[in-house]
Nanobody, 121 residues
Framework: QVHMVESGGGLIQAGGSLRLSCVVSGLPFSNYAMAWFRQAPVKEREFVAAISWRDGTYYSDSVKGRFAISRDVAKNTVFLQMNSVKPEDTAVYYC???????????????WGEGSLVTVSS
């Protein structure tokens, strides 16, 4: 059974930095693409960043240059480094995995439960 557990969310002031982590078990981590999505109140879940099994990275335009996705294969963990955060980054952040790299909700095979990030102005 696949488990994906996010951590690192919380309250942060605008302009600050935060790192989210997601520990994955139950799948061959090194062979899966990993991604982060987010969902703000009354909005649809949206793509944030993805990393392929070959460590190619992809970002939404809204976070490009501010956020960085990375992975530690030895620890089965994917990270999202969030810098220069803005109030509009406030959302529940979900990690997701897929056998094939994708950037839509429908492309993902497995999901974590989410971690809330709140950015105050």
């Amino acid at each position: 059974q696949v488990h994906m557990v996010e951590s690192g969310g919380g309250l942060i002031q605008a302009g600050g930095s935060l790192r989210l982590s997601c520990v994955v078990s139950g799948l061959p981590f090194s062979n899966y693409a990993m991604a982060w999505f987010r969902q703000a109140p009354v909005k649809e879940r949206e793509f944030v960043a993805a990393i392929s099994w070959r460590d190619g990275t992809y970002y939404s335009d809204s976070v490009k240059g501010r956020f960085a996705i990375s992975r530690d294969v030895a620890k089965n963990t994917v990270f999202l480094q969030m810098n220069s955060v803005k109030p509009e980054d406030t959302a529940v952040y979900y990690c997701a995995s897929a056998r094939r790299l994708g950037v839509t909700v429908g492309d993902m095979d497995y999901w974590g439960e989410g971690s809330l990030v709140t950015v105050s102005s």
